[in-house]
Structures are given as C-alpha cells and as structure tokens.
C-alpha cells in the first residue's frame, strides 16, 4: 500500500498569507494526486486534480505541483473562507490512500 | 451536476451489519466509480471500496473481509454493507462520485452520515 505523509500537520496563519502544504507518497505515483478541502461536519470538496489541474469552480488562488513522491499545495492570498483542513489522495494503485491531513487556523 | 443523498442506520451495536445506500441524481450512472470513504471522529479519511455500473468491485483489504458493495443501476443507487462492526467502524460515511472511469479523483460528495457502534 502506499502511505501519504503531509508537513506541516497544523499551521496557523493570517489573511493575506501565501501557504504551502507539502504531501508526500512512500512511492513513485507520478501525478495522480489530488487535494480537497474540509471544513468542520462538512464533505471534503475537491480543489486540485491530477497533482496541478484545478477543478471548476475553484478560485485560482489554490494551486498545486509536484510529480513522482513530492507535491505542494499552495494558497496564494489566504482568505477567510480558507481556514479549514487539508487533505492530499493518491490514486496511483489501490488501495487509494489520504494524506493525516493539515489544518490550518486562524494566528 | 451530480448529487449524492445518503441514507441508513446511525446507531449500530457491536457485531451487527452497518447498511448505507446512496442515491445517485443527474448524470449517468455508467461513467464512473462510486466510492465510500469515511472518517472517525476527528481523524482523516478511509476509502472503503468502490464499485461500478456492472458490479465490479475493489475493496480496501483493511476491510475486504467484512464489506461489500453493491449497485442498483434500475434505482440509481449504491450501497455499503460492512458486517460484524466494532467500536472501531464509528466514523462518519460518505459516499462518493469518482471524475470519470478512468480517474481516483472524487468530485461529487454525499452529505455524510454518522454511525456509531456502541453496546
């Protein structure tokens, strides 16, 4: 199975900051890595597809990169509606697997 | 756009068979995978299993031993049964739409439903 790992696992930041959540595989899953967005007694919503593709909707202040066992997730203003937690998937092989996850607070 | 209800029993006592079923609205039920995934109580996320418009399915193997998924396409539904629960299996279910049939990504999420195991 691959394990996903992700750094830092909280952060506390203010609006305006530029953040980066790093997600890393335990192999190679070249760009099959996703990110959601999960706010408290809510579904995780999808933000980035395929490691760098952002899905409709999305405001493009979220971006992602990264290829092979390293990626990065990256808010490039922080908004008020984005202090949340943050979760990284890899759907190189099954069993799909998520990263533990970062949240980010309010400094 | 696609959406997802959920629905089953919250409350479960150790050793019975926790049922979910999820309605699937808009789109077509043959393109794509349909997940569930859940999340204990202030923890991350467990895909559970997946399965497709003609029935087939991959498991987590953490699970493979108690948990099956099926489909109605005549209802355009999708179920989750996971057998012989434990405290272990209290989380929050969701059921959940892959991109496409070829892709992991899940873009369409049920509403969530907790369920707890306790005697």
């Known amino acids: 199975d691959i394990q996903m790992t992700q750094s830092p696992s909280s952060l506390s930041t203010s609006v305006g900051d530029r953040v980066t959540i790093t997600c890393q595989a335990s192999q190679d899953i070249t760009t099959y890595l996703n990110w959601y967005q999960q706010k408290p007694g809510k579904a995780p919503k999808l933000l980035i597809y395929d490691a760098s593709n952002l899905e409709r909707g999305v405001p493009s202040r979220f971006s992602g990169s990264g290829s092979g066992t390293s990626f990065t997730l990256t808010i490039s203003s922080l908004q008020p509606d984005d202090f949340a937690t943050y979760y990284c998937q890899q759907y190189r092989s099954l069993p799909y697997s998520f990263g533990p996850g970062t949240r980010l607070d309010i400094k | 756009q696609v959406q997802l209800q959920q629905w089953g029993a919250g409350l479960l006592k150790p050793s019975e068979t926790l049922s979910l079923t999820c309605a699937v609205y808009?789109?077509?039920?043959?393109?794509?995978?349909w997940t569930w995934i859940r999340q204990p109580p202030g923890k991350g996320l467990e895909w559970i299993g997946e399965v497709n418009h003609s029935g087939t399915s991959n498991y987590n193997p953490s699970l493979k031993s108690r948990v099956t998924i099926s489909v109605d396409m005549s209802k355009n539904q999708f179920s989750l049964k996971l057998n012989s629960v434990t405290a272990a299996d209290t989380a929050v279910y969701f059921c959940?739409?892959?991109?496409?049939?070829?892709?992991?990504?899940?873009?369409?999420w049920g509403q969530g439903m907790l369920v707890t195991v306790s005697s």
């Open positions: 808009g789109g077509s039920f043959s393109d794509y995978y």
């Open positions: 959940a739409k892959t991109g496409g049939f070829w892709t992991g990504y899940f873009d369409s």
